[in-house]
T-cell receptor, first 113, second 118 residues
Framework: GDSVTQMEGPVTLSEEAFLTINCTYTATGYPSLFWYVQYPGEGLQLLLK?????DKGSNKGFEATYRKETTSFHLEKGSVQVSDSAVYFC????????????FGAGTRLAVHP | DVKVTQSSRYLVKRTGEKVFLECVQDMDHENMFWYRQDPGLGLRLIYF???????EKGDIPEGYSVSREKKERFSLILESASTNQTSMYLC?????????????????FGPGTRLTVL
């Protein structure tokens, strides 16, 4: 069935390090792909998205490219900050309609000064 | 600024109690969703609603029901709370497809209600 697999955490990095969080999906058709972020004590908020193959989503220094051939949507940032510490969720829009999303398990990122 | 609010941030209930979780959105969105968030499992969809008085089961509806009497409000009901329903509950809303393909994609989330059932 439809599912999202993302890298297990926690991921612990020093400030200014390079970040990659892997995400792959299994779905029929060509879903839209998303990264959501959850800061401590808050709900989820959309970080970036890509709606078709080879699209690159970007926001706040984060990027992810929709790779249809590998069914992947890995999140990257060149230089992380302490303020990036959060839980990151990969998701895709369910092909059946009504804007249903399928989420991955989430990856906790901790950035230390 | 868009806003989804949930009635409580923290809630403690006893086994067997009937529990109501309320969610209100001020964006005139057609779609509303209830998820539960558990460590290692991500977010799982409990129920969603695409219009007033309309509802659809998500992936884990057992033990839950919902109510949508007004467009802005979507309630999650635990008919008889059990300890395995201890979790973080997140509400979200989104426009319908008729609002345009870009807006259709984003769901807006509330801050969550952490429910503990003793």
């Amino acid at each position: 069935g439809d599912s999202v697999t993302q890298m297990e955490g926690p991921v612990t990095l020093s400030e200014e390090a390079f970040l990659t969080i892997n995400c792959t999906y299994t779905a029929t058709g060509y879903p839209s792909l998303f990264w959501y972020v959850q800061y401590p004590g808050e709900g989820l908020q959309l970080l970036l998205k890509a709606t078709k193959a080879d699209d690159k989503g970007s926001n706040k220094g984060f990027e992810a490219t929709y790779r249809k051939e590998t069914t992947s949507f890995h999140l990257e940032k060149g230089s992380v900050q302490v303020s990036d510490s959060a839980v990151y969720f990969c998701a895709f829009r369910f092909s059946g309609g009504y804007n249903k999303l399928i989420f991955g398990a989430g990856t906790r990122l901790a950035v230390h000064p | 600024d868009v806003k989804v609010t949930q009635s409580s941030r923290y809630l403690v209930k006893r086994t067997g109690e009937k529990v109501f979780l309320e969610c209100v959105q001020d964006m005139d969105h057609e779609n509303m969703f209830w998820y539960r968030q558990d460590p290692g499992l991500g977010l799982r969809l409990i129920y969603f609603s695409y219009d007033v008085k309309m509802k659809e089961k998500g992936d884990i509806p057992e033990g839950y029901s919902v109510s949508r009497e007004k467009k802005e409000r979507f309630s999650l009901i635990l008919e008889s709370a059990s300890t395995n329903q201890t979790s973080m509950y997140l509400c979200a809303s989104s426009p319908s497809f008729t609002s345009g393909p870009d807006s259709y994609n984003e769901q807006f989330f509330g801050p969550g209600t952490r429910l503990t059932v003793l």
